[in-house]
């Protein structure tokens, strides 16, 4: 290639990097914006239906909950042992913790 080619396509990329650049600073603009115009509807939303959210939320851990014991019971050999099953749920608790600890 000669110099001049050369030279056109650093042009090029320097156009492309400084638009994306560009491109990259406007979409943090616009999210900014989204959030400060949602946050107080997603307030008032939340102001105005406590109980809506509480029964939504205990619905959702219960029926986790749920879904978990008929994963475990359709596994016999953990079924079964009990002690097993606290010992999983413990060592799980403990393993979440300390990669919390780390990373925060």
Do not use: C
């Not at 008032?44 to 809506?52: A, E, G, M, V």
Request: proline content about 4%; aromatic content about 12%; overall charge neutral.
């Amino acid at each position: 290639m000669n110099k001049d080619t050369e030279q056109h396509e650093v042009n090029v990329l320097h156009d492309i990097a400084s638009q994306v650049d560009r491109l990259e600073e406007n979409l943090d603009k616009v999210l900014k914006n989204a959030d400060t115009s949602i946050e107080p509807l997603r307030r008032s939303t939340f102001k105005r239906f406590p109980i809506l959210f509480i029964l939504l939320t205990t619905f959702g851990v219960s029926v986790t909950f749920f879904a978990f014991e008929r994963l475990i019971a359709k596994f016999p050999y953990i079924y079964d042992r009990p002690w097993l099953i606290l010992a999983i749920g413990l060592s799980s608790l403990i393993l979440t913790g300390t990669l919390y600890k780390k990373l925060g």
